[in-house]
């Protein structure tokens, strides 16, 4: 069955750096497109980036614009974040989910159980 | 930007009652609309999409409606895994794909 499993997450230093992995099983990874997700502690949901089935395209939200990237590597079937000069506001549970087959833009069909990411000093 | 608003922010049901919960866009979205359902510690689950169309396993008492600006998700008789915090999302105008902020849906 489909799962995603997220990991990497910890308490790290403002302005450091964080990689957060996500691995994908029971489906062909490369066919689907892949989001990231974060959810502050008593908040609600907001998008954070997406890259497209093949890796053709990738979007980032204005306020990780320039310090995150999303990647993939259809190889090990894990999909990446890399979260550089991390700020308070970036504490939050950080989720991959998946989009409808080859429709990256969609609406997102399967989420992991997310990893927690805290800023702190 | 597309804002999506929810309101209530928090709707207190009885067990076996209805529930309607909104959702509206600041500007049209067609049916490109998806609802997802958080219990606590749990990641979101995906309930409808295109407004109106179940996910698989998702029982009938949910659905979907709407189209443009202004959408609905009914619960028609709640059960006890219901209670629970509901989303609307938008994937019309992207990027971003934006989500409403929320309707927390508590034991009466």
């Known amino acids: 069955q489909v799962q995603l499993v997220e990991s990497g997450g910890g308490v790290v230093l403002p302005g450091r750096s964080l990689r957060l992995s996500c691995a994908a099983s029971g489906f062909t990874f490369s066919t689907y497109g892949m989001h990231w997700v974060r959810q502050a502690p008593g908040k609600g949901l907001e998008w954070v980036a997406v890259?497209?089935?093949?890796?053709?395209?990738?979007y980032h939200a204005d306020s990780v614009q320039d310090r995150f990237t999303v990647s993939r590597d259809t190889s090990k079937n894990t999909l990446y974040l890399q979260l550089n000069s991390l700020r308070a506001e970036d504490t939050a549970v950080y989720y991959c989910?998946?989009?409808?087959?080859?429709?990256?833009?969609?609406?997102?069909?399967?989420w992991g159980q997310g990893t927690l990411v805290t800023v702190s000093s | 930007e597309i804002v999506m608003t929810q309101s209530p922010a928090t709707l207190s049901v009885s067990p076996g009652e209805r529930a309607t919960l909104s959702c509206r866009a600041s500007q049209s979205v067609s049916s490109n609309l998806a609802w997802y359902q958080q219990k606590p510690g749990q990641a979101p689950r995906l309930l409808i999409y295109?407004?109106?169309t179940r996910a698989t396993g998702i029982p009938a008492r949910f659905s979907g409606s709407g189209f443009g600006t202004e959408f609905t998700l009914t619960i028609s008789s709640l059960q006890s895994e219901d209670f629970a915090v509901y989303y609307c999302?938008?994937?019309?105008?992207?990027?971003?794909?934006?989500f409403g902020q929320g309707t927390k849906v508590e034991i009466k």
């Open positions: 295109g407004a109106s």
């Open positions: 999302q938008q994937y019309n105008n992207w990027p971003p794909w934006t």
């Open positions: 890259i497209w089935y093949d890796g053709s395209l990738k």
């Open positions: 989910a998946m989009g409808p087959y080859y429709d990256s833009s969609g609406y997102l069909t399967r």
